[in-house]
């Protein structure tokens, strides 16, 4: 009889997974922080569990892939397991416009894979997404008042509401001599 054949297994990876307290968004362990590791870890599969009935109120933009964010663009693989929970921009006091959420993918990316996010169980509102004015630049297009899209999103019991998204003004933005 000869010795006994080993098989290797298939590898198996837990996703990487962080738990947010209620209602952090700043700080360590806060909403922003488990994002950004999101986005570094380079693990395909990254889960994010916000608590049961939470409301994680956003008041500061992020960053301005495609306008203003309020949580860190989404470059990876990422789902969020909202529990019931609820992420709004703080519309109590006067804000600059921000949207919630930006999914990054193409171009934006360069030679990186695009974004994936997966929301699930969640509410989304008070994000602004406006576009510029004649007196800004002329008639920027604002997209995704609660997300803008650029790579691969999926929803699953989001209700959206209370998002707003408005193209620019565009005015009058002719220069002498050219129309």
């Known amino acids: 009889m000869g010795r006994p054949v080993l098989e290797r297994l298939e590898e198996w990876l837990a996703p990487a997974a962080f738990t947010v307290p209620a209602g952090q968004v700043y700080g360590p362990g806060g909403l922003w922080d488990a994002m950004i590791q999101a986005n570094a870890n380079g693990d395909p599969q990254n889960v994010i569990t916000l608590t049961a009935g939470s409301v994680y109120e956003l008041s500061v933009v992020y960053d301005f892939w495609f306008g203003p964010n309020g949580l860190p663009s989404v470059a990876n693989n990422l789902t969020i397991q909202g529990n019931g929970a609820t992420i709004a921009r703080v519309t109590t006091v006067p804000l600059p416009d921000f949207r919630l959420f930006c999914v990054l993918g193409g171009p934006a990316l360069g030679s990186q894979a695009a974004g994936a996010l997966t929301l699930r169980n969640l509410t989304l509102t008070g ?16 997209a995704g008042g609660a997300i803008f899209n650029a790579g691969t999103l999926t929803l699953d019991a989001v209700t959206v509401t209370g998002n707003v998204a408005q193209g620019g003004d565009g005015g009058n933005t002719a220069v002498a001599g050219f129309s």
Request: glycine share 50%; aromatic share 0%.
């Open 127 to 142: 994000g602004v997404a406006q576009g510029g004015s004649a007196n800004t630049g002329g008639g920027g297009l604002g």
